[in-house]
């Protein structure tokens, strides 16, 4: 309530001004009826937890820039999409921790999410505010080979094994992707290093190779590009069954040498 004072000269009522005064009281009211003016994080990009293909995410609260009352912040998510908007409803609510600094939110999606602020103050008012998180898988796959591996050649003395034979049951958190392997040697012993000193889809192995043990390296990537490696020993063997070819019947004479084999 302010009080407002009048005071009437001589002019307006034939008596001295002193003695001409009115009192009127008069009621303001203040409202605020604007929400308050707040200012998002900026864009992160975050990545994949080791162990699945979501991300974790903690984002500070919004900086408050204008407000004459506390604001109570609330947060949401949801999948970012090229023609729609940041808004906060139909945001999703699950797996938000809130944090003294912020908000602790995990299971992001992989790829681009809209993080959707709502700052409310004391009179109801609020304003909402977005920004971006992307999340990406920079997780390594974790690669398991076979600790030792038998390759036998085949009739022409040479051997074609594809990588991910190698594999023993190798995995990744958001998928694998391709197997490579290559020779260690470079495949010197089978004069062959135009085609073994490169990660291929097979190695290859030949009779300079029996009875050899020969390390073997086996790439294994994932769909976002990582990849991890481990090694494999290659116990190169022969298992084909000789072909023994005689020469054509002779007629000899009694006085042939026999103990002559040329």
Same mark, same amino acid.
């Given at each position: 309530?302010?009080?407002?004072?009048?005071?009437?000269?001589?002019?307006?009522?034939?008596?001295?001004?002193?003695?001409?005064?009115?009192?009127?009281?008069?009621?303001?009211? +203040?409202? $605020?009826?604007?929400? /308050? @003016?707040?200012? =998002?994080?900026?864009?992160? &990009? !975050? %990545?994949?937890?080791?162990?699945?293909?979501?991300?974790?995410?903690?984002?500070?609260?919004?900086?408050?820039?204008?407000?004459?009352?506390?604001?109570?912040?609330?947060?949401?998510?949801?999948?970012?999409?090229?023609?729609?908007?940041?808004?906060?409803?139909?945001?999703?609510?699950?797996?938000?921790?809130?944090?003294?600094?912020?908000?602790?939110?995990?299971?992001?999606?992989?790829?681009?999410?809209?993080?959707?602020?709502?700052?409310?103050?004391?009179?109801?008012?609020?304003?909402?505010?977005?920004?971006?998180?992307? +999340?990406? $898988?920079?997780?390594? /796959? @974790?690669?398991? =080979?076979?600790?030792?591996? &038998? !390759? %036998?050649?085949?009739?022409?003395?040479?051997?074609?094994?594809?990588?991910?034979?190698?594999?023993?049951?190798?995995?990744?958190?958001?998928?694998?992707?391709?197997?490579?392997?290559?020779?260690?040697?470079?495949?010197?012993?089978?004069?062959?290093?135009?085609?073994?000193?490169?990660?291929?889809?097979?190695?290859?192995?030949?009779?300079?190779?029996?009875?050899?043990?020969?390390?073997?390296?086996?790439?294994?990537?994932?769909?976002?590009?990582?990849?991890?490696?481990?090694?494999?020993?290659?116990?190169?063997?022969?298992?084909?069954?000789?072909?023994?070819?005689?020469?054509?019947?002779?007629?000899?004479?009694?006085?042939?040498?026999?103990?002559?084999?040329?």
């Amino acid at each position: 309530i302010a009080r407002r004072h009048r005071h009437i000269g001589k002019k307006e009522s034939g008596m001295p001004s002193p003695f001409n005064i009115y009192t009127h009281n008069q009621l303001l009211k +203040v409202v $605020d009826d604007r929400g /308050p @003016v707040i200012a =998002c994080p900026n864009a992160m &990009v !975050v %990545s994949t937890d080791v162990w699945s293909c979501t991300g974790t995410v903690i984002v500070p609260f919004p900086t408050i820039l204008r407000e004459c009352s506390k604001v109570h912040f609330e947060v949401g998510y949801k999948i970012k999409s090229a023609s729609g908007t940041p808004t906060f409803e139909g945001t999703s609510k699950q797996n938000i921790t809130r944090l003294p600094n912020g908000f602790m939110i995990t299971g992001l999606p992989l790829d681009s999410n809209w993080v959707i602020f709502r700052g409310t103050d004391e009179c109801g008012n609020f304003t909402d505010c977005a920004t971006e998180v992307i +999340v990406k $898988d920079q997780v390594p /796959p @974790v690669p398991v =080979c076979d600790q030792k591996t &038998v !390759v %036998s050649l085949t009739l022409d003395g040479t051997a074609k094994i594809e990588a991910f034979t190698f594999d023993d049951r190798s995995h990744d958190n958001c998928g694998i992707s391709l197997f490579e392997a290559k020779r260690m040697d470079n495949g010197l012993p089978c004069n062959d290093t135009l085609r073994s000193r490169n990660w291929a889809p097979y190695v290859y192995f030949c009779c300079a190779d029996i009875n050899k043990t020969i390390m073997v390296s086996l790439r294994v990537w994932d769909h976002s590009g990582n990849f991890n490696v481990c090694m494999i020993e290659v116990d190169v063997q022969d298992k084909t069954i000789p072909l023994v070819v005689c020469p054509p019947d002779i007629t000899v004479s009694c006085s042939y040498d026999f103990t002559s084999y040329d």
